[in-house]
Nanobody, 117 residues
Framework: EVQLVESGGGLVQPGGSLRLSCAAS????????MKWVRQAPGKGPEWVSG????????FYADSAKGRFAISRDNAKNTLYLQMNSLKPEDTAVYYC??????????RGQGTQVTVSS
């Protein structure tokens, strides 16, 4: 059974940082491109960042460039998203999703990120 379990979300002040993790199981993690997708309240899902299976190519939405960093550890079957300089508009549920681009794919239950003073 494919499982993706996100963690690391929480409440953070504007300008703060969070590191999200996604533990994968039930498939050959190192053979699959991965991405982070977020969904803010009342809005549709938004692609944030993707990484290829070899972890040597990363891709970012304009909203994430220069502030977020996606990475993965294939030995640990884990995907990460380091988020710095967080803004209130980054508030959303963040999902770990299979695939490199777009918003479709297998996903976990998500982790809530709230940026507020």
């Amino acid at each position: 059974e494919v499982q993706l379990v996100e963690s690391g979300g929480g409440l953070v002040q504007p300008g703060g940082s969070l590191r999200l993790s996604c533990a994968a199981s039930g498939f050959v993690f190192g053979s699959v491109d991965m991405k982070w997708v977020r969904q803010a309240p009342g809005k549709g899902p938004e692609w944030v960042s993707g990484i290829n299976r070899g972890a040597d190519r990363t891709f970012y939405a304009d909203s994430a460039k220069g502030r977020f960093a996606i990475s993965r550890d294939n030995a640990k079957n884990t995907l990460y998203l380091q988020m710095n300089s967080l803004k209130p508009e980054d508030t959303a549920v963040y999902y770990c999703v299979t695939g490199r681009y777009g918003t479709s794919g297998l996903r976990g239950q998500g982790t809530q990120v709230t940026v507020s003073s």
